[in-house]
């Protein structure tokens, strides 16, 4: 088989174009894409300190505990639990970062009704 030099040329072209063609939205759009990116984010930090609590946890009590059991501790089960205050204000300091995060995320769904689009996976 036998193919040109400007055939090749031609389509690899037109895929490395292909790669930089993206969809742009439509300005009344753009304000929902930018709060479901945004939305999209602050999940993601959510997620990244649950994980960085559940370890501390694990690494010093030996026990992995749930997001609610992490929102329900107090100041004082902490202290019972972690042997270092440095380690009760970084635990402490990342519940609070969470709470903050639950609010954000929750109203940054219930203010623009985007329960349904997310739900929906549009």
Request: one cysteine or more.
């Amino acid at each position: 088989m036998h193919t040109s030099f400007e055939s090749l040329l031609g389509s690899s072209w037109f895929a490395i174009f292909h790669q930089f063609i993206r969809y742009i939205y439509p300005k009344a759009e753009r304000a929902v894409r930018d709060l479901l990116r945004k939305r999209a984010h602050l999940v993601r930090q959510h997620t990244s300190n649950v994980l960085s609590v559940q370890n501390i946890m694990v690494r010093n009590t030996g026990v992995r505990l749930s997001v609610k059991r992490l929102r329900e501790l107090t100041k004082q089960e902490l202290e019972g639990l972690l042997p270092e205050v440095d380690q009760v204000l970084a635990v402490t300091s990342s519940l609070a970062v969470l709470d903050c995060l639950s609010h954000q995320i929750g109203s940054s769904t219930a203010n623009r009704g985007l329960h349904t689009i997310v739900q929906s996976g549009a």
